[in-house]
């Protein structure tokens, strides 16, 4: 069984444990900062059983570590970033892949706007996404604020003896 350890200074250890007659034992497999392809191949190398890399990743997320993503992933935020700028791939590679998509997806879903307007900021930099989020907050500050009503009291009731 695999697992993912935090240690000192941002590092992360991903280990393997494994039963001996004096009781289990955990291997380092890789330590690393961010857990990348290469940490996973490095892990893979030294370890004595099969590493499913999804449940190395889950792992990760759960010890808190940071995960690169997928070079899929990447290919494809950055791809969207570039559509939703307006420059699209030569029609020839358009096609080819629209069909290799075809492929891999069994049921067409409908994308919903929100998605379509998120897809420019998939590839964006951490800086670039900060400094978006600056300016919002900037502009939630510079809006006027509502008056607010001032709170109703009502009178205390007191109980009477009769």
């Given at each position: 069984?695999?697992?993912?350890?935090?240690?000192k200074?941002?590092?992360?250890?991903?280990?393997?444990s494994?039963?001996t007659?004096?009781?289990?034992?955990?291997?380092?497999?890789?330590?690393?900062?961010?857990?990348?392809?290469?940490?996973?191949?490095?892990?893979?190398?030294?370890?004595?059983?099969?590493?499913?890399?999804?449940?190395?990743?889950?792992?990760?997320?759960?010890?808190?570590?940071?995960?690169?993503r997928?070079?899929?992933?990447?290919?494809?935020?950055?791809?969207?970033?570039?559509?939703?700028?307006?420059?699209?791939?030569?029609?020839?590679?358009?096609?080819?892949?629209?069909?290799?998509?075809?492929?891999?997806?069994?049921?067409?879903?409908?994308?919903?706007?929100?998605?379509?307007?998120?897809?420019?900021?998939?590839?964006?930099?951490?800086?670039?996404?900060?400094?978006?989020?600056?300016?919002?907050?900037?502009?939630?500050?510079?809006?006027?604020?509502?008056?607010?009503?001032?709170?109703?009291?009502?009178?205390?009731?007191?109980?009477?003896?009769?």
């Open positions: 069984m695999a697992y993912v350890v935090p240690r200074g941002g590092m992360f250890e991903l280990r393997e494994h039963a007659a004096a009781g289990p034992r955990s291997v380092t497999l890789a330590s690393f900062h961010e857990l990348t392809a290469d940490v996973i191949e490095r892990a893979r190398a030294r370890a004595a059983k099969p590493l499913d890399e999804g449940e190395l990743r889950r792992a990760a997320r759960r010890a808190g570590a940071p995960v690169a997928q070079d899929s992933d990447r290919a494809a935020a950055e791809l969207l970033g570039e559509l939703a700028e307006g420059r699209s791939p030569r029609p020839a590679l358009l096609r080819l892949l629209r069909g290799a998509l075809e492929e891999t997806t069994t049921q067409a879903a409908r994308v919903s706007d929100n998605a379509q307007a998120a897809a420019a900021w998939l590839s964006a930099s951490p800086r670039r996404r900060g400094e978006a989020l600056k300016d919002l907050l900037l502009l939630a500050d510079s809006l006027p604020q509502r008056r607010r009503e001032p709170e109703m009291s009502f009178p205390r009731i007191e109980s009477s003896l009769a």
